[in-house]
């Protein structure tokens, strides 16, 4: 009973719940699930205790799995800097007589957590720069809680921003015709806002072609859908932990985070853009399995942080006149993911307004397998996601 008693003071419970039977490569996953889950609960003990907080700990771990820019026989890769902006680039070893194709990846990690360096993202645009023989420039941001939002999308846009000038363009033989945003999970949040804010700014030249987003986190303002209630002890980002993590990208205020798992976080002056995440006319029938929608509770709390309604933390909430500007778009859902209903609702609201997307759903799938493509555990179905990725950049880059 100590267990639970230090958990549930933290407000973060960590349940070892059976996994589905469908799941691909099943003890693997039971293996990784379980040494998760463990590593939660050690960590959060660790935090009632008050030696580390829990996202500290983490953090700590990620930067053991960071890699140098080591090129190889087909890639130049290369760290370096856009407008102040840590990036790595991959250049490709082929020799090439026309303007390449370009990929700007931003990396997942619910805010808190990931770089570029981390083996699976290196790996990622190692292989997407070798596959389509083009130029792959993954993006770091600065990390809550240390930095809270609007810096990470700032520091994406402004990376951004810098890539699309036609001399850097030129510098890297980049086709400005030609260009794509991606990112996964928060990333792909990210990539979205920044996308958005491209297509819509008068002041680039250059437009985005498309973008792709993979499991892509999209917004904040209703934390319990059914994909919220389905994957509350999530395999990888159970709802209590996803909450925790993406709170302290806007405050470290711990009142916000207990509103938050209540659904009661959000003013009475944002109850119009709840039009935007409405599940029950969003989200296609078989995800609905027979939940009763019932509207958050709002105007209980007081909070005015700076991005509770912007769509820049939650690109959902984006009016269709917005919308109807945005390049072709992939986005991939997996049904065992938290965030999973934000995908679908996208693909509803985009396709809505007459935007092409292509979207791909892994019934098996997790949340984060991209990040498990690297021994020792490594995951076909992050494999087979990546393929999926590439395959639909190589047909409409």
């Given at each position: 009973?100590?267990?639970?008693?230090l958990?549930?003071?933290?407000?973060?419970?960590?349940?070892?719940?059976?996994?589905?039977?469908?799941?691909?490569?099943?003890?693997?996953?039971?293996?990784?699930?379980?040494?998760?889950?463990?590593?939660?609960?050690?960590?959060?003990?660790?935090?009632?205790?008050g030696?580390?907080?829990?996202?500290?700990?983490?953090s700590?771990?990620?930067?053991?799995?960071?890699?140098?820019?080591?090129?190889?026989?087909?890639?130049?890769?290369?760290?370096?800097?856009?407008?102040?902006?840590?990036?790595?680039?991959?250049?490709?070893?082929?020799?090439?007589?026309?303007?390449?194709?370009?990929v700007?990846?931003?990396?997942?990690?619910?805010?808190?957590?990931?770089?570029?360096?981390?083996?699976?993202?290196?790996?990622?645009?190692?292989?997407?720069?070798?596959?389509?023989?083009?130029?792959?420039?993954?993006?770091?941001?600065?990390?809550?809680?240390?930095?809270?939002?609007?810096?990470?999308?700032?520091?994406?846009?402004?990376?951004?921003?810098?890539?699309?000038?036609?001399?850097?363009?030129?510098?890297?033989?980049?086709?400005?015709?030609?260009?794509?945003?991606?990112?996964?999970?928060?990333?792909?949040?990210?990539?979205?806002?920044?996308?958005?804010?491209?297509?819509?700014?008068?002041?680039?030249?250059?437009?985005?072609?498309?973008?792709?987003?993979?499991?892509?986190?999209?917004?904040?303002?209703?934390?319990?859908?059914?994909?919220?209630?389905?994957?509350?002890?999530?395999?990888?980002?159970?709802?209590?932990?996803?909450?925790?993590?993406?709170?302290?990208?806007?405050?470290?205020?711990?009142?916000?985070?207990?509103?938050?798992?209540?659904?009661?976080?959000?003013?009475?002056?944002?109850?119009h853009?709840?039009?935007?995440?409405?599940?029950?006319?969003?989200?296609?029938?078989?995800?609905?399995?027979?939940?009763?929608?019932?509207?958050p509770?709002?105007?209980?709390?007081?909070?005015?942080?700076?991005?509770?309604?912007?769509?820049?933390?939650?690109?959902?909430l984006?009016?269709?006149?917005?919308?109807?500007?945005?390049?072709?778009?992939?986005?991939?859902?997996?049904?065992?993911?938290?965030?999973?209903?934000?995908?679908?609702?996208?693909?509803?609201?985009?396709?809505?307004?007459?935007?092409?997307?292509?979207?791909?759903?892994?019934?098996?799938?997790?949340?984060?397998a991209?990040?498990?493509?690297?021994?020792?555990?490594?995951?076909?179905?992050?494999?087979?996601?990546?393929?999926?990725?590439?395959?639909?950049?190589?047909?409409?880059?």
């Amino acid at each position: 009973m100590i267990s639970y008693s230090l958990l549930r003071n933290t407000g973060t419970q960590i349940k070892f719940n059976l996994i589905q039977d469908d799941i691909e490569e099943y003890w693997k996953v039971v293996a990784l699930a379980t040494t998760a889950k463990t590593f939660t609960f050690m960590g959060m003990c660790i935090e009632h205790m008050g030696i580390i907080k829990y996202e500290e700990l983490v953090s700590m771990l990620f930067r053991l799995d960071e890699t140098q820019p080591v090129s190889d026989e087909n890639v130049t890769v290369m760290d370096t800097e856009f407008a102040g902006v840590p990036v790595r680039v991959y250049l490709p070893k082929r020799k090439s007589d026309a303007p390449r194709r370009a990929v700007i990846y931003i990396h997942g990690g619910a805010f808190c957590f990931g770089s570029f360096k981390n083996a699976g993202f290196d790996s990622l645009n190692r292989w997407t720069a070798n596959k389509l023989d083009s130029i792959v420039v993954g993006v770091d941001y600065r990390l809550a809680p240390q930095h809270h939002f609007p810096v990470q999308f700032e520091d994406c846009l402004a990376a951004v921003k810098f890539f699309l000038q036609d001399e850097i363009l030129e510098k890297y033989g980049v086709d400005p015709a030609r260009i794509c945003i991606s990112g996964d999970s928060s990333g792909a949040g990210l990539a979205t806002g920044v996308t958005q804010q491209v297509q819509t700014d008068t002041g680039f030249k250059h437009k985005i072609k498309i973008q792709a987003l993979l499991y892509p986190a999209l917004q904040i303002i209703d934390s319990y859908l059914p994909s919220h209630q389905e994957n509350e002890h999530g395999i990888i980002l159970p709802r209590d932990l996803a909450i925790k993590l993406v709170s302290l990208h806007l405050t470290k205020d711990e009142t916000f985070v207990e509103a938050m798992r209540r659904n009661e976080h959000m003013p009475q002056e944002s109850r119009h853009l709840f039009q935007f995440v409405n599940w029950s006319t969003l989200l296609p029938e078989k995800y609905r399995k027979g939940y009763v929608y019932t509207e958050p509770i709002l105007g209980k709390h007081n909070f005015s942080f700076p991005g509770l309604m912007d769509i820049r933390v939650s690109p959902l909430l984006a009016n269709d006149s917005l919308l109807q500007n945005l390049p072709p778009t992939y986005i991939l859902t997996c049904q065992y993911d938290i965030v999973r209903d934000d995908g679908l609702m996208y693909v509803s609201r985009l396709q809505n307004v007459g935007v092409q997307v292509t979207h791909d759903h892994i019934e098996n799938g997790i949340h984060a397998a991209l990040s498990f493509m690297t021994p020792p555990l490594y995951l076909h179905v992050g494999l087979r996601i990546r393929d999926m990725y590439i395959s639909w950049l190589d047909k409409n880059l």
